[in-house]
């Protein structure tokens, strides 16, 4: 499932800017093409735009991440970090798997 690109603040690009700037290594969480929790190890080398499909992050070795899907860059939050809080979050509304009447019989 591809998702749309959404546009992202300049605050997570500087963070990106400043990582390459430093030649940081380190991990990268992000939600996958079918919208799960992927990461991926390495150091930042580029930021680039490719038109009509968003902004990336290239990372050597060979991977590229979009940056409106970055989870953490790093241990820091990225883009999509309030999207993935949201999603630990919805538990706390739902019946821990059980349905009514499952709670209904005990």
Request: aromatic share 12%; glycine share 8%; charged share 30%.
């Amino acid at each position: 499932m591809k998702t749309s690109y959404l546009p992202v603040p300049w605050v997570y690009k500087e963070v990106i800017e400043e990582q390459i700037e430093k030649q940081a290594e380190g991990k990268v969480f992000y939600f996958g093409e079918e919208n799960d929790i992927s990461s991926v190890t390495g150091k930042i080398v580029k930021l680039y735009d490719l038109p009509g499909e968003g902004e990336f992050v290239k990372l050597v070795p060979e991977n590229e991440v979009r940056i409106d899907r970055i989870i953490t860059l790093f241990g820091k939050p990225g883009a999509a970090y309030n999207e993935y809080e949201a999603y630990a979050d919805a538990c706390m509304d739902c019946m821990g798997g059980y349905t009514k009447e499952d709670l209904e019989k005990e």
